[in-house]
């Protein structure tokens, strides 16, 4: 992050220990220390088992960490209760997961503003099909996710996580289960979603590729921040991972 400026994230010696005292403890995050500006696009990686989705997990409020803070914005999120916390995801912070998590029953339309409608927020129906014309999603509004491609439903979950204007959109491997070409769509309007609208992501992902798309690359080991990485290249991504002894599938 660079200085001065306001962080939309910020976790702060954050660690988190799964299990029970004992021989089965598992430290999953060692101390970490990150920011994540407001409007950045950060790629997070690290070998399987890094505590990548750990982080994840802790930094959108889906989990609590077991020492550490975690800011979202200027709200300390160890202060809110499980309501508040839930609220504070709704309205807040947008989720894109690999396997697209639309619900099969609605439309595109209302599986898009479905957050919306559990916040009691109002639509603008005319910017709903706005967004949805710029993310190519035009003439299937009105299908359901079983009748899309896999990029268009990926597409279709970026409207739906920008829509709410959130804080921090955190994607999960969000192009894991695309082919190349759906894949780049993707993380170009991903891309955009950051430069053009000024929305903050942290994306975790296996593939140097995709995390050359992002302004900067924190790699994860063994639970603690190994390296950061700005204006990546895949080339660099690859060979630090390599260093990391996490080589990419297929490399
Ligand atoms: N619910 C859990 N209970 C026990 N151990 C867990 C749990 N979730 C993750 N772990 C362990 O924490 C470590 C980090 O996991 P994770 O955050 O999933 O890593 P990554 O996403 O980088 O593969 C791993 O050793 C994993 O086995
Ligand atoms: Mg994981």
């Known amino acids: 992050m660079l200085p001065g400026e306001r962080p939309a994230i910020r976790l702060s010696d954050v660690s988190k ?7 089965s403890t598992v430290r999953a995050l060692n101390g970490v220390t990150l920011g994540f500006a407001t409007g950045s696009f950060t790629a997070v990686m690290g070998p399987s088992g890094s505590g990548k989705s750990t982080l994840l997990h802790c930094a959108s409020g889906l989990d609590r960490p077991t020492s550490g803070t975690v800011y979202l914005q200027d709200c300390d999120l160890a202060t809110l209760d499980e309501a508040a916390l839930t609220r504070l995801r709704r309205c807040r912070i947008g989720f894109i997961f690999q396997s697209f998590n639309l619900l099969p029953t609605l439309t595109v339309r209302q ?9 009691g927020r109002s639509i603008d129906a005319a910017a709903v099909r706005r967004l949805l014309g710029v993310l190519g999603l035009s003439d299937r509004m ?10 268009q439903q990926q597409r279709a979950a970026i409207a739906r996580a920008v829509l709410t204007e959130p804080a921090v959109i955190f994607a999960d491997e ?26 903050t992501v942290v994306m975790v992902t296996h593939d ?3 995390a050359s798309y992002a302004q ?3 790699f994860l080991a063994n639970g603690e921040v190994a390296d950061t990485m700005e204006a990546p290249t895949a080339a660099a991504v690859a060979a630090a991972m390599a260093r990391l002894g996490g080589l990419p599938a297929g490399s």
């Open 216 to 218: 900067r690359v924190v």
């Open 142 to 151: 009105d299908h359901l996710p079983g009748q899309l491609s896999g990029g």
């Open 111 to 119: 599986n898009v503003t479905l957050p919306l409608e559990l916040a």
């Open 174 to 199: 969000p192009t894991g289960a695309l082919d190349g070409t759906a894949a780049r769509e993707v993380l170009r309007l991903i891309q955009r979603t950051v430069r053009e609208w000024g929305r």
């Open 208 to 210: 140097p590729v995709a």
């Open 17 to 23: 220990t799964y299990g029970a005292k004992g021989e």
